[in-house]
T-cell receptor, first 118, second 113 residues
Framework: NAGVMQNPRHLVRRRGQEARLRCSPM?????VYWYRQLPEEGLKFMVY????????ESGMPKERFSAEFPKEGPSILRIQQVVRGDSAAYFC????????????????FGPGTRLTVL | GESVGLHLPTLSVQEGDNSIINCAYSNSASDYFIWYKQESGKGPQFIID?????DKRQGQRVTVLLNKTVKHLSLQIAATQPGDSAVYFC????????????FGPGTRLSVLP
């Protein structure tokens, strides 16, 4: 069973360009989460999606950032008009549907995409 | 606001000794906690989890203790090995949908030969 897959692993963009980060959850997982990690810091929650729905985007900047998880294909985190402050590692995690009566389930992480904005 | 923090940002232990990594959380409503290990250049790797209806849970060489009274979580690693060197994060379940996790800043564990 393949784990969470992310691509590209490394992405370099110039200021003003667009960055598209892809995440394929583990087989059987219908919940996807995106986190951002700055060097020497913990992970910051950005957005939580289920198939075709954004459930919680409270951690995502209101402008330039968007996320989707279409019925078919990977989840996409898109950053438009990137700035140097967007440079970070972006991690995707996935989980299965929690058992009945349980609030949540373990999240499994992908290897991350390291975005560098020049 | 809710926060998760760690008492020790760095920890150095001798190979073979036991390691204890601590974590404080502030959201008394949180009911699920996870410890992750992150090696350099890699994504967080699940180690062990615990729900709030438990005080202790054991895995292979790892034990997580939860003290809800003082909102404290700890990870114990027995017979620490060089391969245990990494940054360890605790994560607290948070959010109305029960899916939002708040991560602490992490503790770097260094295992000395």
């Amino acid at each position: 069973n393949a784990g969470v897959m992310q691509n590209p692993r490394h992405l370099v963009r110039r200021r003003g360009q667009e960055a598209r980060l892809r995440c394929s959850p583990m087989k059987g997982h219908s919940h996807v989460y995106w986190y951002r990690q700055l060097p020497e810091e913990g992970l910051k929650f950005m957005v939580y999606l289920q198939k075709e729905n954004i459930i919680d985007e409270s951690g995502m900047p209101k402008e330039r950032f968007s996320a989707e998880f279409p019925k078919e294909g990977p989840s996409i985190l898109r950053i438009q008009q990137v700035v140097r402050g967007d440079s970070a590692a972006y991690f995707c995690a996935s989980s299965t549907t929690p058992p009945r009566g349980v609030s949540t389930d373990t999240q499994y992480f992908g290897p991350g995409t390291r975005l560098t904005v020049l | 606001g809710e926060s998760v923090g760690l008492h020790l940002p760095t920890l150095s232990v001798q190979e073979g000794d036991n390691s204890i990594i601590n974590c404080a959380y502030s959201n008394s409503a949180s009911d699920y906690f996870i410890w992750y290990k992150q090696e350099s250049g890699k994504g967080p790797q699940f180690i062990i989890d615990i729900r709030s209806n438990m005080d202790k849970r054991q895995g292979q060489r790892v034990t997580v203790l939860l003290n809800k009274t003082v909102k404290h979580l700890s990870l114990q690693i027995a017979a620490t090995q060089p391969g245990d060197s990494a940054v360890y994060f605790c994560a607290e379940n948070f959010g109305s949908y029960g899916q939002n996790f708040v991560f602490g800043p992490g503790t770097r564990l260094s295992v000395l030969p």
